[in-house]
């Protein structure tokens, strides 16, 4: 079992930018893949980015691409999102998650652990 807790999120204007935070609690991250997805008031969970086992790869949505950017830290046992040039559209609670296995997904189903979640709010 792996307890992942996300920190980082906040209210930011439009334009601005914000870095996300997910650690587990006492256990290492290094054997599994990663990913941050997030779902908006009224909305279906979505997929935003993904990271290899041991981050070679990375993945995002085409939403994102360009603006977010994905990364693991092994010496700090963390994954990132570190998101710019924010837009309003992007509010929405992130969540972290953790997937048994090399590559990463954009399919939360297979996905194994899950963080609680930190709001990110974009005002116009």
């Known amino acids: 079992q792996v307890a992942l807790v996300e920190s980082g999120g906040g209210l930011v204007q439009a334009g601005g930018s914000l870095s996300l935070s997910c650690a587990p609690s006492g256990r290492t991250i290094s054997g599994y893949a990663m990913a941050w997805f997030r779902q908006a008031p009224g909305k279906e969970r979505e997929f935003v980015a993904t990271?290899?086992?041991?981050?070679?790869?990375?993945y995002y949505a085409d939403s994102v691409k360009g603006r977010f950017t994905i990364s693991r830290d092994s010496a700090n046992n963390a994954l990132y999102l570190r998101m710019n040039s924010l837009k309003p559209e992007d509010t929405a609670i992130y969540y972290c998650?953790?997937?048994?296995?090399?590559?990463?997904?954009?399919?939360?189903?297979?996905?194994?652990?899950w963080g609680q979640g930190t709001q990110v709010t974009v005002s116009s």
């Open positions: 998650a953790a997937r048994i296995g090399t590559s990463g997904s954009a399919l939360d189903y297979e996905y194994n652990y």
């Open positions: 990271i290899s086992r041991r981050g070679g790869n990375t």
